[in-house]
T-cell receptor, first 114, second 113 residues
Framework: AQSVTQLDSHVSVSEGTPVLLRCNYS??????LFWYVQHPNKGLQLLLK??????LVKGINGFEAEFKKSETSFHLTKPSAHMSDAAEYFC????????????FGPGTSLSVIP | DSGVTQTPKHLITATGQRVTLRCSPR?????VYWYQQSLDQGLQFLIQ???????AKGNILERFSAQQFPDLHSELNLSSLELGDSALYFC????????????FGQGTRLTVV
């Protein structure tokens, strides 16, 4: 079975400080991993994806994530938070069995304090 | 533009009514997913179809049903609507290649009054 855990339901950082959003997964299969962002009253947008080519993945808007198989983690980071980063972030696991299965984490709400 | 189209964008209806939400996936994508997002319950997976067949079911009420047609578009039917069904309903589609992500539509905002 597959599952996704986002350890913090809410994270608050000051503008200009680093961001860390944590994600752990469980999968019987070799997973693909993604981070999506949802700004208020908007749809979901792909931030980055792990394709098994490199463990450190760079995404849009300065975000990156590191895949650590030994820790079954895929934490999202950004060196310096911007006010526009305030949003909901979802960690996602995708596995391909006889069909594609996409599992969303519960989400982490990021607040950025000026 | 994700390539996933959802109609209508907004829907206001009365309790007890029935509505149909429509989703056109990206060209070539065989999987379609439906999600409900409400303030109190967050993003909830409802159901997935793959090439016309139901593949996975989440927290979908018996009053809700869905189907995927031969042209791969999907419809989510919500009946006997209650105030608590007011939410944003997202459709997503994904392809069949490895590492393929899900692409989301902009959602249908349903308001039950």
């Amino acid at each position: 079975a597959q599952s996704v855990t986002q350890l913090d339901s809410h994270v608050s950082v000051s503008e200009g400080t680093p961001v860390l959003l944590r994600c752990n997964y469980s999968s019987s299969y070799s997973p693909s991993l993604f981070w999506y962002v949802q700004h208020p009253n908007k749809g979901l947008q792909l931030l980055l994806k792990y394709t098994s080519a490199a463990t450190l993945v760079k995404g849009i808007n300065g975000f990156e994530a590191e895949f650590k198989k030994s820790e079954t983690s895929f934490h999202l980071t950004k060196p310096s938070a911007h006010m526009s980063d305030a949003a909901e972030y979802f960690c996602v696991v995708s596995v391909k069995t006889s069909y594609d299965k996409v599992i969303f984490g519960p989400g982490t709400s990021l607040s950025v304090i000026p | 533009d994700s390539g996933v189209t959802q109609t209508p964008k907004h829907l206001i209806t009365a309790t007890g009514q029935r509505v149909t939400l429509r989703c056109s996936p990206r060209s070539g994508d065989l999987s379609v997913y439906w999600y409900q997002q409400s303030l109190d319950q967050g993003l909830q997976f409802l159901i997935q179809y793959y090439n016309g067949e139901e593949r996975a079911k989440g927290n979908i009420l018996e009053r809700f049903s869905a189907q995927q047609f031969p042209d791969l578009h999907s419809e989510l039917n919500l009946s006997s609507l209650e105030l608590g069904d007011s939410a944003l309903y997202f459709c997503a589609s994904s392809g069949t290649g490895r590492n393929t992500e899900a692409f989301f539509g902009q959602g249908t905002r349903l308001t039950v009054v």
